[in-house]
């Protein structure tokens, strides 16, 4: 069983930056893509950033230019650099990984990320 936990959310003023954090533990990690999510209250959740097995990574385009997916196999981490944040990136953030291409069957628990105007 695979079990994903991120960190690194917190409160944050307008034009600052974050980073999340994503561990994963159990299963074959080398072979998932991992994607983060985001869900603002009241609102659908809203993919923001893919990162693929093969490392060909995709953003959304709310957040392009800011916002950069990483990964590291050999610590089975991915990560989601966040700069010149903007109040409307309040989420809570997710990170999610799978076999199959934006069908996840892991999510972490998620990590609160509040930006200030």
């Known amino acids: 069983q695979v079990q994903l936990v991120e960190s690194g959310g917190g409160s944050v003023q307008a034009g600052g930056s974050l980073r999340l954090s994503c561990a994963a533990s159990?299963?074959?990690?080398?072979?998932?893509?991992m994607s983060w999510y985001r869900q603002a209250p009241g609102k659908q959740r809203e993919l923001v950033a893919t990162i693929t097995r093969n490392g060909i990574t995709n953003c959304a385009d709310s957040v392009k230019g800011r916002f950069t997916i990483s990964r590291d196999n050999g610590k089975k981490m991915v990560y989601l650099q966040m700069n010149s944040l903007k109040p409307e990136d309040t989420a809570v953030y997710y990170c999610?990984?799978?076999?199959?291409?934006?069908?996840?069957?892991?999510w972490g628990q998620g990590t609160q990320v509040t930006v200030s105007s």
């Open positions: 159990g299963g074959r990690f080398s072979t998932y893509h």
């Open positions: 999610a990984a799978g076999p199959r291409y934006g069908d996840y069957d892991y």
